[in-house]
């Protein structure tokens, strides 16, 4: 199956140039968005496997993603911290060669389909996902309900259920789970 691409970049020319190097049998490239204006409910209705979008447009990953299967890519033609760079699960420099910025996407959708298995394979809900994030984070449960606005119960559920889907029972390995699954960021675990 095709991994859809969809390229987020204001400048037509650097998109028509990303368009024909990503041009592969492997991807199928989504009509490219020139703003980041709206840019969560056009991921939702366009669904991409993987966003390649400039940085300085919108760099918070978390955001983008929220539970979303995506992988996110920072375009760069221009300087941008390493600490931002750090959020996104690959970056590619214009000045890079035609091959070299394939085979980064290439490797990057190679990673997002062993992960859709990962994820597949115990499909947490929306809420279950917003629950293990806070337990990522070092919430407690009574934390944690608050923060949701649900009853400790509700939580003590949804951990369970979690426990059961993922077969992780410790809040590090919890944790390790998020962070390998783009959840989270390092910068948010305690």
Same mark, same amino acid.
């Given at each position: 199956?095709?991994?859809?691409?969809?390229?987020?970049?204001?400048?037509? #020319?650097?998109?028509?140039?990303?368009?024909?190097?990503?041009?592969?049998?492997?991807?199928?490239?989504?009509?490219?968005?020139?703003?980041?204006?709206?840019? @969560?409910?056009?991921?939702?209705?366009?669904?991409?496997?993987?966003?390649?979008?400039?940085?300085?447009?919108?760099?918070?990953?978390?955001?983008?993603?929220?539970?979303?299967?995506?992988?996110?890519?920072?375009?760069?033609?221009?300087?941008?911290?390493?600490?931002?760079?750090?959020?996104?699960?690959?970056?590619?420099?214009?000045?890079?060669?035609?091959?070299?910025?394939?085979?980064? #996407?290439?490797?990057?959708?190679?990673?997002?389909?062993?992960?859709?298995?990962?994820?597949?394979?115990?499909?947490?809900?929306?809420?279950?996902?917003?629950?293990?994030?806070?337990? @990522?984070?070092?919430?407690?449960?009574?934390?944690? @309900?608050?923060?949701?606005? #649900?009853?400790?119960?509700?939580?003590?559920?949804?951990?369970?259920?979690? #426990?059961?889907?993922?077969?992780?029972?410790?809040? @590090?390995?919890?944790?390790?789970?998020?962070?390998?699954?783009?959840?989270?960021?390092?910068?948010?675990?305690?």
């Amino acid at each position: 199956m095709k991994r859809r691409v969809l390229i987020v970049e204001p400048s037509e #020319v650097i998109v028509e140039g990303l368009v024909a190097t990503l041009n592969n049998a492997e991807l199928k490239i989504l009509k490219p968005e020139y703003s980041a204006d709206d840019l @969560a409910n056009r991921i939702d209705v366009l669904k991409p496997d993987i966003l390649i979008i400039n940085p300085t447009l919108n760099d918070n990953v978390n955001e983008l993603r929220n539970g979303r299967n995506m992988a996110v890519v920072a375009l760069l033609y221009q300087y941008v911290k390493q600490s931002r760079l750090r959020r996104f699960d690959g970056v590619i420099d214009i000045r890079d060669t035609r091959q070299s910025i394939l085979q980064t #996407v290439l490797d990057i959708s190679a990673k997002t389909s062993a992960s859709d298995a990962t994820i597949s394979n115990h499909e947490l809900t929306k809420r279950e996902t917003a629950v293990l994030v806070e337990v @990522a984070k070092g919430l407690s449960n009574k934390e944690i @309900a608050a923060r949701l606005n #649900v009853s400790i119960f509700t939580v003590t559920t949804h951990r369970k259920n979690i #426990v059961r889907k993922t077969g992780i029972k410790s809040v @590090a390995g919890l944790t390790v789970y998020a962070l390998l699954n783009n959840l989270i960021d390092e910068d948010t675990v305690i």
